[in-house]
């Protein structure tokens, strides 16, 4: 048998579960799976089934997509790399969601395909039938994956928001689809809300980029603009979750020459404005159950914005969680997640925002196909909720071939590219590499107590999930070349059965 192959059960059965991926090979890796208005890889609902351990591959040598195997528990006994211990009685975090972001740049290319590739592309995100997301991040007003930098109210003084409306581009590139991923979807969407900058004319800096701060003479008019918000859509029959206070105020806001919508806070000011105004303009308002998220940066950065946040009392009562965004995880471990959990258990952790190819060493924006880039959403998901994380939300949902549109020329990659002269979307590893965790855990799954133990212990990553219809889920990833790793699912009070972990591969084990 090829090295490559992921299971060697005896009494093993593979079945696909939908229709299969169509592949194209774009020379980087491996491949994508290719859609258009006739045709797109589609994936049954995940259901347990008693007495066996049903498993979900996707990988690189082989070339797997979600590709499903049934296996009986026998509790073999024979030698392991590793033994993977779970139990289902000690808890710890319930999962809120997955899920990506309604940009400008993802409805512009979304509106590029026929109408039915269109529905196809939703489809594949928050549909039964898909990867299943339950969450919707929503930039307030532009973002750079814009055409163009706005906001809604660029009316200079205009402090009673008289000018203020929705964007052209709300109306034809945001609020279509995510009504129709309200439709499909056979769960609630969480939808929440991220300004990029205000006004410019309530900044020191008077524009929408660069260094510049909410003047505190527009503190209670930037809360009302939040409202304002949340009303217009509201008024298109789409309601938020949550919010979260700024996006990056502190890396972005606080450069002086960042080239696109920022606006800079420190966590005493965001405090102030959280504690004094926003909080309770939404509870005047009527929207006291909405979500606030306060931070929304850098996962290094967190534990001092946190404690700043929490020193301010008024603050502290309104601020549900804290938002987290994944681009320097690399400069530092994920302990900073622990201790901020252990201070404040009281408020969630949710990771909102990710994507590759946005470093300036990225030379290749868009790389069709990358096993690697899928390989590093995986990693850092497992990572993350292994250290308190409620879920992840991707940040483009849709891009095109260069990894735009973007008006400050900071492309990147996303999971789903779409080719319009061809009327195609590709869907990528990274596609893939999100499903394994957003099709197998709704909201409300717990993670649950699980041991990885044996010689081959290091090359495997896991995380290990309680659903809340009762079953059991193991996502397990083997990143290596060209290491097979046996391992053993152990269950504390139950059965246990070997399986092989092919080398560049991802599992969902559900049971």
């Known amino acids: 048998m090829p090295l490559g192959l992921l299971i060697f059960v005896l009494g093993l059965s593979s079945t696909f579960a939908g229709s299969p991926c169509l592949p194209r090979d774009f020379g980087h890796s491996s491949h994508v799976c290719v859609c258009n208005s006739e045709y797109c890889d589609e994936y049954d609902e995940v259901s347990p089934v008693a007495g066996e351990i049903q498993q979900f591959v996707s990988d690189r040598p082989e070339g797997l997509r979600l590709e499903k195997y049934s296996l009986a528990w026998n509790n073999d006994t024979s030698t392991v790399g590793v033994v993977v211990t779970i139990?289902?009685?000690?808890?710890?975090?319930?999962?809120?969601?997955?899920?990506?972001?309604f940009t400008d740049a993802a409805g512009i290319n979304i509106a590029?395909?026929?109408?039915?590739?269109?529905?196809k592309l939703i489809k594949s995100y928050y549909s039964p039938s898909g990867a299943e997301y339950n969450l919707g991040r929503i930039p307030i007003g532009g973002c750079d994956f814009s055409d163009r930098p706005y906001t809604y109210c660029d009316t200079e003084g205009d402090v009673d928001l008289v000018s203020f409306n929705l964007a052209q581009d709300d109306y034809l590139f945001k609020i279509p689809y995510?009504?129709?991923?309200?439709?499909?979807?056979?769960?609630?969407?969480?939808?929440?809300?991220?300004?990029?900058?205000?006004?410019?004319?309530m900044k020191s800096n008077n524009a929408l980029n660069g260094q510049g701060y909410l003047l505190p003479e527009y503190y209670q008019v930037w809360a009302d603009y939040y409202i304002k918000f949340i009303e217009a859509y509201k008024e298109n029959g789409i309601s938020m979750w949550g919010l979260t206070a700024q996006n990056e105020a502190l890396?972005?806001?606080?450069?002086?020459?960042?080239?696109?919508?920022?606006?800079?806070?420190?966590?005493?000011?965001?405090?102030?404005?959280?504690?004094?105004n926003l909080g309770p303009s939404l509870d005047a308002a009527g929207y006291e159950d909405i979500k606030i998220m306060a931070f929304d940066d850098q996962r290094p950065l967190l534990y001092g914005w946190s404690d700043g946040i929490m020193e301010d009392a008024d603050a502290a009562k309104y601020v549900d969680g804290w938002a987290v965004h994944w681009y320097v995880d690399f400069l530092g471990g994920p302990g900073v997640l622990d201790s901020v959990h252990e201070k404040y258990p009281e408020k969630f952790i949710l990771f909102s925002e990710a994507c590759t190819g946005s470093y300036p060493w990225d030379l290749q924006k868009v790389l069709l196909g990358s096993w690697e880039r899928g390989q590093e959403y995986i990693n850092d998901i497992i990572t993350n909720l292994n250290h308190w994380s409620t879920?992840?939300?991707?940040?483009?949902?849709?891009?095109?071939m260069n990894g735009g549109p973007n008006w400050a020329n900071n492309e990147v990659d996303a999971p789903i590219i779409v080719n319009q002269e061809t009327d195609e979307f590709y869907k990528q590893p990274m596609y893939y590499g999100l499903a394994h965790f957003s099709k197998f855990l709704p909201e409300g799954s717990y993670r649950i107590k699980h041991d990885m133990e044996g010689f081959d212990s290091d090359r495997i990553?896991?995380?290990?999930?309680?659903?809340?219809?009762?079953?059991?889920?193991?996502?397990?990833t083997n990143q290596h070349m060209n290491q097979i790793v046996r391992i053993k699912i152990a269950v504390k009070g139950g059965g246990s059965e070997v399986i092989s972990i092919g080398p560049q591969s991802v599992h969902s084990f559900v049971f």
């Open 391 to 400: 879920g992840w939300t991707d940040w483009n949902l849709v891009l095109d």
């Open 87 to 101: 139990d289902r009685n000690i808890k710890y975090q319930q999962i809120i969601g997955f899920g990506g972001a």
């Open 251 to 276: 890396v972005a806001g606080n450069s002086p020459n960042f080239a696109w919508n920022c606006m800079g806070w420190n966590a005493s000011s965001q405090a102030t404005w959280i504690g004094q």
């Open 112 to 119: 590029k395909l026929s109408e039915e590739a269109q529905r």
């Open 178 to 201: 995510i009504q129709m991923a309200n439709d499909m979807s056979g769960k609630e969407i969480l939808l929440y809300g991220s300004p990029w900058s205000a006004p410019a004319w």
């Open 461 to 476: 990553e896991s995380v290990a999930f309680e659903r809340p219809d009762g079953a059991l889920i193991l996502i397990v």
